[in-house]
Structure formats: structure tokens, C-alpha cells
């Protein structure tokens, strides 16, 4: 069984963390001097940071599997669910309201997969609305009439967020969803260009043919649709028009970039603005990468290191026969990778200094084994990560190598980081079927000054 989904039901989460080899293991536990307060008498699974100056808060813990979530203003949230297709608001640590519920498919990686908040006010719409008034963006695997019903298609919708209520709802794309029902993605995000980046996986962990496309560096197949790459759309929905496209027929004008097999997370680099994702891989080849325009990620054609190809796979690669439409496509090998999955899911950077000095512009990406956070500095130019000694290579060979990188663990399974606009401190959305968490870092100002 594939351990890279995390969207799936939780007895099948459990199979994949029992299965699944190369955990990530913090050796000397016992002399991190970490720190964790919690909101609740019982909590069952406490967080524990490496750092001594930073605790965790407990702000709630009744979400039934949260998916993602965005703020709309200082510990204001949009938090959605998964199996439920709810969208709740979470003020100060309380659901104060449900906004929205949609009718989805929860099979495996389906179901309340995305969201993205625009203030109008950076748009051309703004005229017409107030100072405050922001759009929601919603990825979705719908149904039609209930829950798990006949599915409708994964779609893209864009809401009016005005006077505390979701309204005004526009279908932006309505975008393909079989084979399925694993490698969906649908986590988005918004750019500094102010338009959407949407990441979606091939659909197709099984390799049906019927779900075959180019965008999956299969010659000769169906094409682009929508899946098995990077989509970026105005916010009404349209191509945008800006001098790079990597050519016409099927959606290929709104991919940003393509060969992706799986992904659960995409974040921008607030000092270059370059975008990141991380990609799960099969039973080895997990990834970091950067995504430029017209970024080949490689799939199906490889999966980590193109060089160390033939060490994982019953073939070598061959780079002829990457797709590359027209020369507008470039492949990349990623930035880190492993060769044991342990399953990333969402990538944040950290764009003050709240937590720390040492912490700022670095990154964090979440994942799904041990609920562990890991925590990088980039390189000087900031295209790649400043990886030393056994990472020197951009390959992680065994858990351990990573231990340097541990920023906490024991949050559950990770499936969304966030930075509060206003204060800084880090939000963690820890998924679980029946008590999904939100957890907030923050520099706990007594421990800066007792050293």
C-alpha cells in the first residue's frame, strides 16, 4: 500500500504507519529541552519543539480531519474539512460558525482538499465591494445531492467572503477526477501576482492508461486536462497573460508547471517569491523542489535524483523522452529527496522574525510520519536549501541524516502551516478523523529572558 496518502480514512492511515519503513526518529528525545503548554487537561499527543524559546498552544481540538485552512485576520481562521466539505470559521480557539457545507466524495484522497483567500481590494473587482471583503477559493471533489454521492468532478470555486457569510459561489474549473480516487491534490495558494496556484496529482496511482495525459511525459496520450501538474489562473478564472505559456490544446495555457505524480503542498518564498512544493513519491522518491515556470517535474519518466534513477526502478532514465512542449518545458532535479518516503505534506516559510531571528525567511515542511516538522535554511542565492555533510548530496539516505532538521514532532498528521499575517506566530493543522487540531507556535517570551 502507498504511505504517501495522507488524505486517506484512518484505518488506513494506520496500515501505511505501521507498514511503511524509515521513520523519522529524534535518537536522543530525552535531551531536547522542549517546552509545551496545553489548553485542555487531557491532550493526548503533546508536541515537542527543539527549541527551548518556542511552546505550543493547544487552540482546539474537535475538527473531524481539517484539510487546510487561511487567515482572515488575527486568530481568525477559515478552516475546512475534508470528509464533511465544511468550511468553519475559528475565532480565539472556538468554532463560532459553519459557512459551508458541500456535498463530497471522501474515497481515499477525495473530498474538501483546498482553499486560498484574496482580498478583493488587491483585485479589479474592488470597486465594488468594501476594504474588507475577500475572495474564497475552495477545491473540491463534489457530489450531487449527498455526501458520497454521484461525483460531479474535482472542482475549483471562488465565493465572496462579505458580511461573515460565503456567497455569490462561481465554478472557475471544473477539472477531471478519474481514475482516482487517490493523487488529487488540491491544495492552492495565492501568488504575489495575485493570481491562483492550484497543485493537482495525476489521478492515477494504479497507472490506468484511460488516465494517461502529456502532462505525465507520456507521449502519444491525452492532453493536459488539468491533472498531474501546477495550474495557475487569474481570479476569475482565466489563463493568465503574461509572456509564459507552455502552448494551447486541453488546459495546457494555465499549467505552470507539469509532471508532478503527487503533492499535498505548495507555499511561495516571500523574499524571491519563487514557488515550492513537496511531492510524494512511490516507495522511495519523496521530493523538495522549486517550480519555475514551465517546471518539469519529471513523472513518469523519474522520481528523485535523475542520476540515481536505476538504484530505485527497473530502468535507466532517459531524458529524451521527457516532454517539453516545444522547448517551453524544462526538467529539474529536485532540491532534496529521500529514498525511504516519509510522506511531506505542506510547505510554509516563515516571514518574520517572531519566533526568533533565527528563524526568519528559513522554511517549514510538515508530513505525515510522526507528525514532524522540519525546519530549513536556504542557501544564499535561495534556490535550494544549505544542506552539509550527509545532505550534501540532496539525498536523504537514512532517517537520522535529518535529525539537525527535526523543528518539532508529535503533531499528528500534518496537513497544513500557517503564519499569522499580523503577529507571526506559526499555526499547525494537525489531521485526525474525530479531533483534528490546530496548534500555535509561539516565542515564549519568559524563557528569552531567564538565559
Not at 22 to 33: A, F, Q, R, S, V
Not at 194 to 223: C, F, Q, V, W
Not at 336 to 363: C, M, R
Request: include cysteine.
Amino acid at each position: 500500500m502507498n504511505n504517501n496518502h495522507y488524505y486517506a480514512t484512518i484505518s488506513v492511515i494506520a496500515i501505511i504507519i505501521i507498514t511503511c519503513t524509515g521513520l523519522i526518529y529524534i535518537d536522543n528525545i530525552d535531551k531536547i529541552n522542549a517546552q509545551s503548554t496545553k489548553k485542555l487537561k487531557k491532550e493526548p499527543s503533546i508536541p515537542i519543539l527543539r527549541d527551548a524559546n518556542l511552546k505550543t498552544e493547544l487552540i482546539i481540538d474537535d475538527l473531524k480531519f481539517p484539510s487546510g485552512m487561511e487567515f482572515i485576520g488575527n486568530d481568525d481562521l477559515l478552516v475546512i474539512e475534508k470528509n464533511t466539505g465544511k468550511v468553519k470559521r475559528v475565532t480565539n480557539g472556538q468554532v463560532v460558525s459553519d459557512l459551508l457545507d458541500f456535498n463530497v466524495a471522501t474515497e481515499s484522497e477525495r473530498g474538501l482538499l483546498g482553499i486560498a483567500v484574496l482580498d478583493i481590494s488587491k483585485t479589479k473587482h474592488a470597486g465594488n465591494y468594501g476594504p474588507n471583503d475577500k475572495f474564497v477559493f475552495l477545491f473540491v471533489t463534489e457530489t450531487e445531492n449527498e455526501d458520497n454521492g454521484k461525483i460531479l468532478g474535482n472542482r475549483v470555486y471562488r465565493f465572496d467572503f462579505v458580511n461573515d457569510t460565503l456567497i455569490n459561489p462561481i465554478m472557475l474549473l471544473d477539472l477531471p477526477y478519474l481514475p482516482g480516487p487517490s493523487h488529487n491534490g488540491g491544495v492552492m495558494k495565492i501568488g504575489p501576482d495575485n493570481n491562483l496556484y492550484i497543485i493537482m496529482g495525476d489521478l492515477n496511482r494504479l497507472k490506468d492508461p484511460t488516465g494517461d495525459t502529456i502532462a505525465s511525459n507520456l507521449e502519444g496520450t491525452s492532453l493536459p486536462d488539468g491533472r498531474g501538474g501546477v495550474l495557475r489562473i487569474t481570479p476569475d478564472g482565466e489563463t493568465v497573460n503574461d509572456g509564459f505559456t507552455l502552448g494551447k490544446g486541453g488546459l495546457l495555457d494555465k499549467y505552470y508547471g507539469y509532471g508532478v505524480r503527487n503533492s499535498f503542498g505548495i507555499g511561495f518564498d516571500n523574499v524571491t517569491g519563487f514557488l515550492w512544493d513537496t511531492e510524494n513519491g512511490s516507495h522511495y522518491g519523496d521530493e523538495i523542489n522549486i517550480i519555475k515556470p514551465g517546471f518539469n517535474s519529471g513523472w513518469r519518466q523519474v522520481l528523485g535524483l535523475s542520476s540515481m534513477y536505476s538504484d530505485f526502478s527497473d530502468k535507466e532514465f532517459d531524458k529524451s523522452k521527457l516532454i517539453t512542449f516545444n522547448g517551453n518545458g524544462k526538467y529539474y532535479d529536485p532540491i532534496l529527496t529521500w529514498n525511504e518516503t516519509i510522506a511531506p505534506t505542506t510547505i510554509a516559510f516563515i516571514h518574520s522574525s517572531t519566533l526568533g531571528q533565527e528563524y526568519k525567511d528559513d522554511v517549514l515542511v510538515g508530513g505525515v510520519k510522526n507528525g514532524t516538522i522540519l525546519h530549513f535554511d536556504l542557501n544564499q542565492t535561495r534556490t535550494g536549501l544549505q544542506l552539509e555533510g550527509p545532505l550534501s548530496d540532496r539525498l536523504v539516505n537514512k532517517p537520522d541524516e535529518l535529525n539537525t532538521a527535526i523543528f518539532g514532532t508529535g503533531f499528528d498528521i500534518i496537513t497544513d502551516i500557517k503564519v499569522d499575517p499580523i503577529d507571526g506566530d506559526v499555526y499547525v493543522l494537525a489531521a485526525n478523523t474525530k479531533n483534528g487540531k490546530i496548534y500555535k507556535i509561539f516565542n515564549d517570551e519568559d524563557a528569552l529572558d531567564s538565559h
